[in-house]
């Protein structure tokens, strides 16, 4: 019993220290947030998302989260599946909790990285993309439905 407490209590002191902890092969992030996306800033960015899917003759849902992952502004074009709602989404949270495109992920496990799949709210596809302005991470934005890196992209460069 006393050996676990041991345990617990380092355990605790690390974290009260400040000391950052990330699984192998994570790239440590100095997040800095600037004020939350906007619904205005949410909309120019989901409109440049859609214009991008509409050049590819694609049906995409987008959705548009502040740096908390909650929803802020969600697209749903006619004719996108709805399996495409909650993968936009999810993709959109992990982007702007883990301030780091949703890509990183895929392509660590590619190269057999798995400690990517054990982090609650990591998600390994392209299609989340932190919004950024001034240096800032102001949302993310996420896309489903094809093309998904490209389109959520040109969202995010609307408010470059």
Do not use: W
């Not at 004020?35 to 205005?40: D, G, K, S």
């Not at 919004?131 to 890196?149: L, P, Q």
């Amino acid at each position: 019993m006393r050996h676990s407490y041991s345990i617990v209590s380092a355990i605790c002191a690390v974290l009260l220290m400040g000391v950052q902890v990330t699984a192998r092969g994570a790239e440590p992030t100095t997040a800095t947030y600037g004020t939350p996306i906007t619904l205005e800033q949410a909309r120019k960015v989901a409109e440049a998302a859609e214009a991008a899917a509409k050049k590819r003759n694609m049906n995409m849902v987008i959705a548009i989260v502040e740096p908390s992952g909650d929803l802020v502004y969600f697209l749903k074009m006619d004719g996108a599946t709805y399996a495409s709602i909650k993968i936009a989404q999810t993709k959109a949270m992990s982007a702007a909790l883990f301030n780091r495109p949703t890509k990183s992920f895929r392509e660590r496990v590619a190269k057999g990285d798995l400690s990517p799949l054990s982090l609650a709210g990591a998600v390994a596809s392209d299609g989340g993309v932190p919004i950024v302005v001034n240096g800032k991470t102001i949302g993310a934005i996420g896309s489903s439905g094809g093309a998904d890196d490209d389109i959520s992209q040109a969202g995010a460069d609307a408010l470059k």
